[in-house]
């Protein structure tokens, strides 16, 4: 319990000193430092945010994409429409602009008042801050981009979601132009929990984060098929190396929040907090997929055993709606919950898998032959991702569930399509700004309305935080949660 109230004291503590009147409203504090070292702001960045984004997000929305059922309420009640839960919504919107994108730009006019400017830490800067503004983005659609984190808009407007995508793309490119990558020029190194200075990786993930907002974009503007093109061409993430993960590491105080949950609570096990869910299940059992058995645990008595009830026996997992994890159930697998499993901001087979979709899309050129290969390439690269690691699947296994698929140039283009956005659902589960996104963007795979649901269709978005309405009178009423984003067709 001293635990725990430590933390929310910390909290706490770190919500409230970073504004002063209005405390979810992007105002600088006239008392705080105005010039600060960077490689001490990122990681401040990088921790709040990703702790952020792994219990906050990824461990309360996946089930709105239906990759697991959460036993408890606490975990899923938004994916029922629950418009109690303002603890979730207010402490994403503050983290992510209070903390987060207040740094960045503290940290990016501290960088562009040296004489000479430090050019990489204004990229590095820009391309963090990309990468957030698309997070906020795909949680609330609307929000403040143009106008925030600047003192002469202390009610920042918020920007439509077609300009804030179109905005990535430009912090991108402006990010891309300014890198230095003279070994002696100044860089964020020693703060930099990502690649540790490496520009070439920064490079790789902006573009990274470039193309999924061009994909989001080219749902309802074709013309930005050059760009996707141009971006695919440039140096993007494409291999495991190269990604762009948050790293988290077995030892107190550093575990991965997801599991630390189990840790406080459960003695390190997964007693169906999170479950298995029919609907991803079917599919992975459908398709005799290998990573069943890396994403999930087999059939278990649950806690306080936790004794497997049969080997290579899976399910059944809990209708959506239930919150049931009963005693026979597959549940949320130790290989994903676990210590030291990192928050992936960007992953080399979705981008290659998105290259395979922007082929068969007509927006890159290639034949059939070249979206199949990298189509497959995307699905090895998934599996491989955890070679070496628990949850490791077997090459033979890998190569025969590769040999099961068909061919892409045997489908028509819409049976492509729905495979190649089929393995992004799977790729994406337990992340869950990623999998909720290509969800609403594809649509595939097949949803089913919650039981107990508040509103009659799949959730596609967060409502405003209540002290956001009350500090800054730009902010738009709230749509239905249910009502499609700007870039869902």
Known sequence: MKKILAILFLGVFVFLSTGCDDQLDINDDPLAATQVDPNLLFPEVFVNFSNNRTIEVSGRIGNIVQYYEPSLGVFGTMALGDLGNTFLVGNVWANYYSTGLKNLVLAENTAAEQDPANVNVIAQSKILQAFIYYNITCLWEDAPFSQAIDLEFPEPVFDSQE?????????????????????????????????????????????????????????????????????????????????????????????????????????????????????????????????????????????????????????????????????????????????????????????????????????????????????????????????????????????????????????????????????????????????????????VPDLVVPLGSQVSDILRRFFYPPDEKGANPNTPADLPLDAPMWFEN
């Open 163 to 443: 300009d804030i995508l179109r905005g990535i793309v430009a912090m991108v490119d402006e990010a891309s132009a300014l890198l230095d990558k003279n070994p002696d020029a100044f860089r964020v190194d020693t703060g930099d929990m990502l690649f540790g200075g490496d520009l070439d990786k920064w490079e790789m993930f902006g573009n990274a984060i470039k193309l999924k907002a061009l994909m989001l974009l080219a749902n309802k503007d074709a013309s930005v098929a050059g760009q996707i093109a141009s971006t695919l061409q440039s140096p993007i993430i494409r291999t495991l190396a190269d990604e762009a993960e948050f790293k988290y590491f077995d030892a107190p105080g550093n575990f991965n929040p997801l599991w630390n949950t189990l840790n406080l609570f459960s003695n390190g096990i997964n007693p169906g907090y999170w479950g298995g869910s029919t609907t991803f299940l079917d599919i992975m059992q459908g398709t005799n997929d290998p990573r069943l058995s890396t994403y999930y645990d087999e059939a278990r008595n649950l806690a306080p055993t936790d004794t497997l009830i049969g080997t290579g026996e899976f399910g059944p997992g809990g209708v959506p709606g239930s919150f049931n994890a009963a005693p026979g159930n597959s549940v949320v697998s130790l290989n994903i919950l676990r210590p030291d499993f990192p928050d992936r901001y960007l992953t080399a087979a979705e981008v290659v898998l998105m290259e395979a979709e922007a082929i068969v899309s007509g927006y890159v050129s290639g034949d059939l032959a070249a979206a199949d290969a990298a189509y497959r390439e995307g699905i090895m690269l998934s599996m491989n991702y955890y070679d070496g690691k628990p949850g490791e699947i077997a090459q033979e296994d890998k190569d025969a569930y590769l040999a099961s698929l068909p061919a892409l140039g045997t489908l028509s283009t819409e049976d492509a399509l729905e495979a190649i956005h089929l393995q992004l659902y799977v790729h994406n589960f337990f992340r869950g700004v990623e999998g909720w996104t290509q969800w609403r963007r594809t649509k």
